[in-house]
């Protein structure tokens, strides 16, 4: 059974830059049928795409964040890497990795159990 | 800058029917946006229930469907239950970017 488990720091400080890891177990990275996404969630609010990568390292990403964010792949340890620069406390935020199916089009439906980023100095 | 609109928040009798919608600001929603419908309760990861406008995965309860209807994408729960109280989140697809919406919270009373 496939299952994400992101892991970093649960503190950052202001302007610094914020690295999150997501474990992939149960399965490959490296199918040719997914992309693998990045979502957040401040508290009490709603959430936000980051973006997204292929195993081959193709990425896409939220045009209000892409300035700042760069999400990697890491075959060899099955893993996604998220960094988001220069972060403030808007930055706050649950962060989730999550499985996205290309064919079909089935969206983040396998989820990780999250991850609570605080950025204060 | 896309927005995606929900009802904030909507109130439901248990055993009735209730729609949720997910407008875009860019003008109708159609399959092309490959309309999702997620289901978070507190403390929790979000679930998928409804992908690419209605389908459902083999975990999604059958009163659960999922549709278009007057240019958005709408989320029909129809015999509701006390455990379908919960932030429900739409999501579409803008040509290399996912937007979600704001959510709506359903509360069964």
Same mark, same amino acid.
């Given at each position: 059974? $496939?299952? #994400?488990? +992101?892991?970093?720091?649960? $503190?950052?400080?202001? /302007? +610094?830059? #914020?690295? $999150?890891?997501?474990?992939?177990?149960?399965?490959?990275?490296?199918?040719?049928?997914?992309?693998?996404?990045?979502?957040?969630?401040?508290?009490?609010?709603?959430? +936000?795409?980051?973006? /997204?990568?292929?195993?081959?390292?193709?990425?896409?990403?939220?045009?209000? $964040?892409?300035?700042?964010?760069?999400?990697?792949?890491?075959?060899?340890?099955?893993?996604?890497? #998220?960094?988001? /620069?220069?972060?403030?406390?808007?930055?706050?935020?649950?962060?989730?990795?999550?499985?996205?199916?290309?064919?079909?089009?089935?969206?983040?439906?396998?989820?990780?159990?999250?991850?609570?980023?605080?950025?204060?100095? | 800058?896309?927005? =995606?609109? @929900?009802?904030?928040?909507?109130?439901?009798?248990?055993? *009735?029917? =209730?729609?949720?919608?997910?407008?875009?600001?860019?003008?109708?929603?159609?399959?092309?946006?490959?309309?999702?419908?997620? @289901? @978070?309760?507190? *403390? @929790?990861?979000?679930?998928?229930?409804?992908?690419?406008?209605?389908?459902?995965?083999?975990?999604?309860?059958?009163?659960?469907? *999922?549709?278009?209807?007057?240019?958005?994408?709408?989320?029909?729960?129809?015999? =509701?239950?006390?455990?379908?109280?919960?932030?429900?989140?739409?999501?579409?697809?803008?040509?290399?970017?996912? =937007?979600?919406?704001?959510?709506?919270?359903?509360?069964?009373?």
């Amino acid at each position: 059974q $496939l299952q #994400l488990q +992101e892991s970093g720091p649960g $503190l950052v400080k202001p /302007s +610094e830059t #914020l690295s $999150l890891t997501c474990t992939v177990s149960g399965g490959s990275i490296s199918s040719s049928d997914y992309y693998w996404g990045w979502i957040r969630q401040p508290p009490g609010k709603g959430l +936000e795409w980051i973006g /997204s990568i292929y195993y081959s390292g193709s990425t896409y990403y939220n045009p209000s $964040l892409k300035s700042r964010v760069t999400i990697s792949v890491d075959t060899s340890k099955n893993q996604v890497s #998220l960094n988001l /620069s220069s972060v403030t406390a808007a930055d706050t935020a649950i962060y989730y990795c999550a499985r996205d199916r290309k064919v079909p089009r089935i969206v983040f439906d396998i989820w990780g159990q999250g991850t609570m980023v605080t950025v204060s100095s | 800058q896309t927005v =995606v609109t @929900q009802e904030p928040s909507l109130t439901v009798s248990p055993g *009735g029917t =209730v729609t949720l919608t997910c407008a875009s600001s860019t003008g109708a929603v159609t399959s092309g946006y490959y309309p999702n419908w997620f @289901q @978070q309760k507190p *403390g @929790q990861a979000p679930r998928t229930l409804i992908y690419s406008t209605s389908n459902k995965h083999s975990w999604t309860p059958a009163r659960f469907s *999922g549709s278009l209807l007057g240019g958005k994408a709408a989320l029909t729960l129809s015999g =509701v239950q006390p455990e379908d109280e919960a932030e429900y989140y739409c999501l579409l697809y803008y040509g290399g970017a996912w =937007v979600f919406g704001g959510g709506t919270k359903l509360t069964v009373l």
